[in-house]
């Protein structure tokens, strides 16, 4: 059975910040890039990350917005392809560990409840991905648009009442677009649209959202745990 919430287990959390190394980026940079070497995981300690894939043309899609106590780079634990099939970028200002996947790798060997632990909490993070993929698919762009505005608010929502959500990151709508997958112009219609009906509100790039019921009926949400409706 899934948790409420379920979040990256402490051992593991407390090994990287242990054995890890501590870095600070500035809003921008890139931690890695698809393509490059991977040889490190890392976990987020404060700060907005960006994980993406860009086309050969050019087109980006945005596949997670992760904060603090996120893993990045996760999926290749034990994975024999050298190379980061995505690309992860500073939203903010951030500070994270790195640790080589050698040292997280023996360290699971040798402790199989830690590694018990880490691919049970892989196997929510995968299900999250599975559940994302379902609405983009089923749902068209105003689901994509609906479900990902649900995620935003579980992940980084403040919630005054439970029909309502303080998304409490702030997002272009080009952004929201990669999240969606489709273009700025039809995001900009479908929020307009939003707005003219009183579902949300929007100043300065952070969205609320008035009417969450409105939204979940629109996507006939299946009201998953809050360990899968997530963005991060």
């Given at each position: 059975?899934?948790?409420?919430?379920?979040?990256?287990?402490?051992?593991?959390?407390?090994?990287?910040?242990?054995?890890?190394?501590?870095?600070?980026?500035?809003?921008?940079?890139?931690?890695?890039?698809?393509?490059?070497?991977?040889?490190?995981?890392?976990?987020?300690?404060?700060?907005?990350?960006?994980?993406?894939k860009e086309s050969e043309s050019g087109k980006e899609l945005t596949l997670r917005i992760c904060g603090a106590n996120s893993l990045i780079g996760e999926n290749l634990i034990f994975c024999s392809c050298p190379f980061h099939t995505t690309t992860a970028k500073s939203l903010t200002n951030t500070e994270l560990f790195s640790i080589h996947h050698d040292?997280?790798?023996?360290?699971?060997?040798?402790?199989?409840?830690?590694?018990?632990?880490?691919?049970?909490?892989?196997?929510?993070?995968?299900?999250?991905?599975?559940?994302?993929?379902?609405?983009?698919?089923?749902?068209?762009?105003?689901?994509?648009?609906?479900?990902?505005?649900?995620?935003?608010?579980?992940?980084?929502?403040?919630?005054?009442?439970?029909?309502?959500?303080?998304?409490?990151?702030?997002?272009?709508?080009?952004?929201?677009?990669?999240?969606?997958?489709?273009?700025?112009?039809?995001?900009?219609?479908?929020?307009?649209?939003?707005?003219?009906?009183?579902?949300?509100?929007?100043?300065?790039?952070?969205?609320?959202?008035?009417?969450?019921?409105?939204?979940?009926?629109?996507?006939?949400?299946?009201?998953?745990?809050?360990?899968?409706?997530?963005?991060?």
């Amino acid at each position: 059975m899934i948790h409420l919430l379920q979040t990256i287990p402490e051992q593991i959390m407390s090994l990287i910040q242990t054995e890890g190394t501590a870095l600070k980026l500035e809003k921008g940079m890139h931690i890695f890039q698809e393509g490059g070497r991977s040889d490190h995981l890392f976990l987020i300690k404060s700060g907005n990350v960006q994980i993406s894939k860009e086309s050969e043309s050019g087109k980006e899609l945005t596949l997670r917005i992760c904060g603090a106590n996120s893993l990045i780079g996760e999926n290749l634990i034990f994975c024999s392809c050298p190379f980061h099939t995505t690309t992860a970028k500073s939203l903010t200002n951030t500070e994270l560990f790195s640790i080589h996947h050698d040292i997280l790798e023996k360290f699971f060997i040798a402790e199989p409840t830690m590694m018990s632990a880490y691919l049970t909490w892989l196997q929510t993070e995968n299900m999250k991905n599975q559940t994302r993929l379902r609405d983009l698919v089923l749902h068209g762009k105003k689901g994509a648009l609906y479900s990902t505005l649900i995620r935003l608010a579980n992940t980084f929502g403040e919630f005054p009442s439970p029909n309502e959500a303080n998304i409490k990151i702030a997002l272009t709508n080009t952004e929201l677009a990669n999240l969606c997958a489709t273009s700025r112009e039809m995001i900009n219609r479908m929020l307009g649209d939003l707005r003219k009906d009183k579902v949300i509100a929007i100043e300065k790039s952070y969205i609320t959202i008035l009417d969450l019921n409105y939204l979940k009926r629109e996507i006939e949400c299946e009201n998953c745990p809050l360990a899968i409706c997530r963005i991060d």
